[in-house]
């Protein structure tokens, strides 16, 4: 049974809302990746169909291997040199944010987010999610966004207009956001959707390939002497991180996205169930956490690194220097998460 019959109340609400409005706007998350992007342009493509104005805003850059998506060329990219030039939220009579549990995630547009008078809207599935919305859709059991963006098409009147492209952008998010089916895949569900997605007859081996082998020379490489050079291994407390310096990044030409899966690849190692990265950026020191089991990244990002995300992998942040935020990592895994670490099986 679809996971969204437990939200009759708030379908109803969203749908009706979504009937009556005429300027739409989606937004997703800051430093979008290709759940937001996929969930955003997935519902953008079957909206447009309807003769309704609608439009994506990103409030920042995201990854090159997304650009292809159908509709991509169309979102309105904010970023923070052009904060003060977004108007389009005034004309907005409904807002419908993805894939995001907090207004803070709206990044830069925040400002114009919350003064905005439109009927606000959530379909989302990351836990914790704050009240900032008229209605929201928003349950831990899917694996993405971009599942439950389908879930909600397939349940209102946009149903009439699925087509090759919004589900070329579920399927996206889908894999994304589950590595490829490797993590946050074990809901029937999930597999009851991709079946009807793989209907449309979607290109999977070629969405696969620009996805995910469609790195630059130096992204390779840089990948290469990260593994070698950046990488601590802790095998006592079966935990492993990999911190990147500034240098490190010019060195490599690094471009937006590049360092995105880094912090998996100690998860390769046998026996290693925690891992984290540091990288050090203009002002703050950014992490990622990723974990094997029950080992809660969420909380743990919460807690001490000013973030936060799903309980197998989140994202954090450090004002710290990038040798005290590691050090401090360290600290807590021999010292608080110690005895849970070491006894961790999995
Ligand atoms: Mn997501």
């Known amino acids: 049974m679809p996971i969204i019959s437990a939200f009759e109340k708030e379908l109803a609400i969203f749908s009706d809302k979504l009937k009556m409005s005429e300027n739409i706007v989606i937004i997703h998350h800051y430093n979008p990746d290709g759940d937001a992007i996929g969930s955003s342009l997935g519902l953008y493509n079957a909206i447009k169909q309807t003769g309704k104005k609608v439009s994506v805003i990103s409030p920042s850059q995201f990854p090159d291997n997304l650009r292809w998506l159908p509709g991509a060329k169309d979102m309105k990219v904010v970023g923070k ?22 207004r803070k995630r709206v990044g830069v547009i925040q400002p114009q987010f919350d003064k905005s008078t439109a009927f606000k809207a959530l379909l989302d599935h990351h836990p914790f999610v704050e009240t900032f919305t008229n209605v929201a859709i928003a349950d831990t059991s899917y694996s993405s966004a971009c599942e439950l963006v389908y879930e909600f098409i397939e349940n209102t009147f946009l ?10 952008c579920l399927y996206t998010g889908i894999l994304t956001d589950t590595g490829s089916f490797e993590y946050n895949s074990s809901n029937p ?4 959707v991709v ?24 992204r390779i490489r840089f990948m290469g002497f990260v593994t070698c050079s950046r990488m601590v291994v802790m095998p006592e407390y079966k935990t492993a991180y990999i911190y990147i310096t500034a240098e490190d990044r010019r060195k490599y030409k690094e471009k937006f996205g590049d360092t995105e899966n880094f912090v998996n690849i100690p998860m390769q190692i046998k026996g290693i169930v925690f891992t984290a990265i540091f990288i050090e950026r203009d002002n703050f020191i950014k992490a990622s956490f990723r974990s094997k089991g029950t080992f809660d990244v969420n909380s743990f990002s919460a807690k001490h690194f000013n973030g936060g995300g799903h309980v197998n992998a989140s ?16 600290e807590l895994v021999c010292g608080e998460y110690a005895e849970e670490l070491k006894n961790y099986i999995y």
């Open 159 to 168: 149903n009439q207009y699925f087509n090759t492209d919004v589900v070329t």
């Open 315 to 330: 994202g954090g942040e450090s004002y710290d220097k990038l040798d005290s935020t590691c050090k401090k990592f360290e």
């Open 189 to 192: 569900n999930l597999f009851r």
């Open 195 to 218: 079946g009807k997605i793989m209907e449309y007859g979607i290109e999977k081996n070629k969405i696969y390939n620009r996805l995910f082998n469609a790195w630059s020379e130096d």
């Open 81 to 102: 040199k052009t904060q003060s030039d977004i108007t389009i939220l005034d004309g907005a009579d409904m807002i419908i944010c993805v894939d995001m549990n907090a």
